[in-house]
């Protein structure tokens, strides 16, 4: 994406489901869950490179021996922070206590990290807040071992301040007004009801208070202090969480709106944000990893049953879309050729931009993530022009002799690599640097590869701001002296604010926004605006049930081609001398590539829980009032 969006975050947990000594005996490490733990975060850097965070658990520990172990960095590579740290307490452990090598419960006892449960998580930085206290997993303390809580995530509830205020109306007083601390503490509050109540059985059946800690342990319904502490969720998300004792969960919100595979054999139990993490770090096959389903948890006890119970009803499955075309590794098997299919179905509008004029025509995208969808519309214009040679064939069969043949076959599909991305550059400028000649220069160009007669076609995942298009990219372009400069956007226009995990909170930032407002002044539609904001602004108050997204209105007097012809003109300034166009993806094309994932509320403004509508208005609000805030 050529644009910079922050976005969702990734988690890992794996279970040991065997002692300690037989990973020691099988694999030659009893380090074994603390490698493959480094290895499924570093597999999902792509989804947080601000922050890392890991925590794991001893199973089965004496009293007074610590059982919890938790690391975290917000440093430059947080990843290689964490395993450094991790990798230097076990080397000084091991260096000093030397009779530990092949003594894998002194290791056990004696050194930090290792254990059987562990939690892993990578986070894009949100609400500017990159502080060590904002970095997952976070830990909620407490003597009694069941417990202790950690939690991490892959999420963003639209109603963090009604969830607030339930928690000080059960008499809590959080410490902060954050979505993971209060997912945590709701969480945490049902954990200390149910540990009460299970207690009181304990002491009604005649066990000791020592003895009860073990049955409690065991006894623990998870599904149902999720069920109870989800009840007002509103968001979109997947939820880790580890008890001091040794149970596990991953529980996935009811729309499918953030992702969550897993794997179960009987040496472990794995879960992941992406399904390629697991098939590449466990070497098990595609049809081996499970999608969780919608408002199910997977729930891995102490004792090592693994079991996916429903915690809340389903809705409709609405699983973000920007997953496939742009978040998630494109080396899983179904999102590659989702990808492909996007560049494929968005072929047609290519053409007609072109005037069909593929002969004078070079293919390349904006590095390296829209590689994929490329090579889905080059195989698309290489089918068109396939099509055009049978054609002509066909049509002078009687005339062609050898040579006129030869060189209609050697007609092909031009495609170059024209931009390259500078990485040193882009992390030099500061997102708030005015410096628009460095800004410029985010991108090179290879010169030489381009004609004057030329259409020079480019294709991206995505369009959102389109700042770096405007100061950089379509200006490298240019230099080349192409007649024409086309830029494919594989997905829709963005419409809307995202409110569920990625980073995209005000209207006024996106492109789509902007020349539809410049569109509606420049028709004198004006009262549309204040139509739309007079609406939104008499719906604050009411249950988000109720509430309607008035914001569609805002577009609904302008066809998608009027408005990319509008994102085309503010996207040119006046030092282009090339023909500019701008093609998006149609929501149709992008459900036809992308079955499996229908959440587009971004690109239709379809939100998938009642939250959503609440935040569009809310963010229509800020925009006409001027107010700089975000809108969840």
């Not at 030397?98 to 990578?122: C, F, R, S, T």
Request: proline share 4%; aromatic share 10%.
């Amino acid at each position: 994406m050529s644009d910079a969006i922050k976005h969702e975050c990734g988690i890992a947990l794996l279970r040991l489901l065997k002692p300690l000594e037989y990973y020691k005996e099988k694999y030659g490490t009893a380090f074994y869950g603390i490698q493959k733990m480094y290895l499924m975060m570093e597999k999902q850097h792509n989804r947080g490179q601000d922050g890392a965070g890991f925590a794991s658990i001893k199973m089965d520990v004496k009293p007074g021996q610590r059982y919890i172990s938790r690391v975290r960095s917000n440093q430059q590579q947080p990843i290689q922070d964490v395993f450094a740290q991790i990798n230097e307490r076990i080397n000084e452990e091991l260096t000093n206590h030397p009779e530990y090598a092949d003594d894998v419960q002194a290791q056990k006892d004696m050194i930090p990290y290792i254990g059987e449960v562990y939690l892993g998580h990578v986070r894009y930085g949100t609400f500017g807040k990159n502080s060590i206290e904002s970095v997952h997993p976070f830990l909620r303390q407490n003597n009694w071992m069941h417990r202790n809580l950690i939690v991490a995530g892959n999420f963003n509830l639209t109603n963090v301040q009604e969830l607030f205020n339930s928690l000080v109306e059960l008499g809590q007083h959080p410490k902060e007004l954050a979505d993971t601390v209060t997912v945590m503490e709701k969480i945490g509050h049902f954990l200390d009801d149910e540990v009460s109540e299970l207690y009181q059985v304990c002491k009604n059946e005649g066990y000791t208070k020592q003895e009860a800690s073990a049955v409690i342990s065991e006894r623990l319904n998870i599904a149902r202090i999720l069920k109870r502490a989800s009840k007002q969720w509103d968001g979109g998300y997947a939820m880790a969480g580890m008890f001091g004792h040794g149970d596990s969960f991953v529980f996935r919100d009811p729309a499918g709106i953030r992702p969550a595979y897993y794997y179960q054999d009987d040496e472990i139990a794995i879960v992941a944000s992406e399904r390629p993490v697991i098939q590449t770090v466990f070497n098990v096959a595609f049809d081996d990893v499970k999608e969780l389903d919608p408002g199910h948890a997977i729930i891995i006890k102490k004792n090592g049953t693994v079991s996916v119970t429903e915690i809340i009803p389903p809705t409709v499955k609405k699983a973000c879309s920007f997953e496939r075309i742009y978040f998630s590794r494109g080396s899983d098997a179904e999102i590659y050729e989702e990808r492909k299919k996007l560049g494929h179905l968005v072929l047609p509008d290519v053409l007609k931009a072109i005037d069909n004029d593929t002969d004078n025509s070079v293919f390349s995208y904006i590095p390296n993530t829209a590689e994929t969808s490329f090579y889905g519309m080059v195989e698309a214009a290489q089918d068109f022009l396939n099509q055009r040679k049978n054609n002509e064939i066909l049509e002078k069969r009687n005339t062609l002799n050898e040579e006129t043949l030869k060189e209609l076959l050697s007609v092909k599909i031009r495609t170059e690599k024209i931009a390259i991305k500078d990485a040193k550059l882009r992390t030099f400028i500061t997102e708030d640097s005015s410096r628009d000649d460095l800004v410029a220069h985010v991108y090179d160009v290879t010169y030489g590869v381009i004609k004057p007669e030329d259409n020079l076609v480019i294709i991206d995942d995505s369009i959102v701001r389109g700042t770096t298009l405007k100061k950089s990219i379509i200006k490298m372009m240019d230099r080349l002296n192409p007649k024409r400069i086309v830029v494919v956007s594989s997905a829709p226009q963005i419409r809307y604010p995202d409110c569920y995990g990625i980073d995209m909170a005000k209207l006024e930032g996106l492109v789509a926004f902007q020349a539809t407002l410049a569109l509606l002044k420049e028709r004198g539609l004006d009262h549309i605006i204040d139509d739309v904001y007079k609406k939104s602004k008499a719906q604050e108050g009411l249950p988000d049930n109720d509430v309607v997204n008035y914001v569609t209105e805002f577009y609904a007097p302008f066809t998608d081609q009027e408005i990319s012809d509008k994102i085309a003109q503010i996207l040119t300034t006046e030092d282009i001398k090339a023909e500019v166009k701008i093609i998006f993806q149609t929501v149709e094309n992008l459900h036809i590539a992308c079955p499996k994932n229908l959440g587009d509320w971004y690109f239709t403004g379809d939100y998938p829980t009642p939250g959503g509508n609440r935040v569009v208005n809310r963010a229509f609000i800020n925009f006409y009032e001027g107010n700089d805030a975000r809108a969840y």
